[in-house]
Each structure stands twice: as C-alpha cells, then as structure tokens.
T-cell receptor, first 113, second 116 residues
C-alpha cells in the first residue's frame, strides 16, 4: 500500500545535538511538507518542496534544515539553533494541483532533554 | 491570501448527541475545502472534501459538511457522536487558481471530547 512513513515515532535527544527526522513516501507525489505541532497551536509550516532539489522556507524555518535529493525522501534536521525543539513533527505529501489535499505521515514526537 | 478560522478550540459533547464544528474561510478566489481528523499521537487523515457540485458532502463514518459560499463557511456536523470520535479536527482551504500551487491553509483545529 502507498503511503508516507515517518521514523522514528519517538525520538529523544540531548540539548545541543542535531537530529534528523526521516520522511519517505511511495505515492509518487511531487510535493512534500514538514509541519510542527505544539499543543493548542495547530499546524505550523517549517519547509516545503515542490520538486526534487528545490525547497522553500515556511513560516518557522529558523533552526531547521531540509534536503530533497530524491522524490521519495524529504528529511528534516533539527539543529542546535532551534530554541525549543520539543514538539510533534508531521510530514505530508501531495500531488500537483490544489484539489488533492495532503497525505500525512503518522508523525515523530521529538523530546529534547 | 486565504485564511481559515475555526471558531471553537474545544467542543465537549455527550455520546450520541449531535456535534457541529464551525469553519469560516476568507479568500478572494474560488476555493476547495477539506476537513481532516487527527486521533491522539497520529497524523492527519482526510475526512471529506468539497471540490464542486453538491454543497453537502459526506464521509463514510457519518460526518457531513455543507459548503455555504455566501457565508464563506464549511461547517462539519455529525448527528450522533461516538466515543471513538474523540479527536482533533482541522478545516483547510486551497485556492483553485493555478498560481496558488498546492498550498493548503489550515485552521487552528477543534478538539472534540466525547463523554460517556
């Protein structure tokens, strides 16, 4: 079955360490997205990519980095510059065009101690 | 630019009672409308969407939403909720023009707590 896989589901890191969250899709979608979710704050867009080797900053890109070397993969690195990295991170993908909506992964909960 | 407002951040409701989740949007062009559901510690799942045609759309698990263009609303309803409907619900909108690309704008979410 096609879908989006985020791994790991839970991740613990010490403060000051960089950490990379994985997102892989086998839906043949062109566009991919990363969102951050905090309690009571809805979804906030971190980065998005509409095509391989190209990506754009979202609303809260500071302290994060991404790459899009393959259509299927869009990893997110949370760097030590991110002041409050503990959150639930969601990856999504979509076909080209506004009528399709997004398909989401099951999320990664990152806890920095 | 489009925006989405979900008027209630939390909605407590008793089991078997009806529920309505309100969603209003703002856009200068025609839009497509979506409702997503998020169960605890999971990703978002598409519940239903309005693209065109009948303004009333239904999901397979008893939810329905009605598109009201004059009021720029897309409220979600269920006549009788179950404990398993406890979740957070997100309304989202995308503009139909090509220049908008795939951009989906989400509301802030409504948390539904179904009580026995």
């Amino acid at each position: 079955d096609g879908g989006i896989t985020q791994s790991p589901k839970y991740l613990f890191r010490k403060e000051g360490q960089n950490v990379t969250l994985s997102c892989e899709q086998n839906l043949n979608h062109d566009a991919m997205y990363w969102y951050r979710q905090d309690p009571g704050q809805g979804l906030r867009l971190i980065y998005y990519s509409q095509i391989v080797n190209d990506f754009q900053k979202g609303d809260i890109a500071e302290g994060y980095s991404v790459s899009r070397e393959k259509k299927e993969s869009f990893p997110l690195t949370v760097t030590s510059a991110q002041k409050n990295p503990t959150a639930f991170y969601l990856c999504a993908s979509s076909r080209t065009g506004p009528s399709y909506g997004y398909t989401f992964g099951s999320g990664t909960r990152l806890t920095v101690v | 630019a489009q925006s989405v407002t979900q008027l209630d951040s939390q909605v407590p409701v008793f089991e078997e009672a009806p529920v309505e989740l309100r969603c209003n949007y703002s856009s200068s062009v025609s839009v497509y409308l979506f409702w997503y559901v998020q169960y605890p510690n999971q990703g978002l799942q598409l519940l239903l969407k309005y693209l065109s045609g009948s303004t009333l759309v239904e999901s397979i698990n008893g939810f329905e939403a009605e598109f009201n263009k004059s009021q720029t609303s897309f409220h979600l309803r269920k006549p009788s909720v179950h404990i398993s409907d406890t979740a957070e619900y997100f309304c989202a909108v995308s503009e139909t023009i090509k220049a908008a690309g795939n951009k989906l704008t989400f509301g802030g979410g409504t948390r539904v707590l179904v009580k026995p």
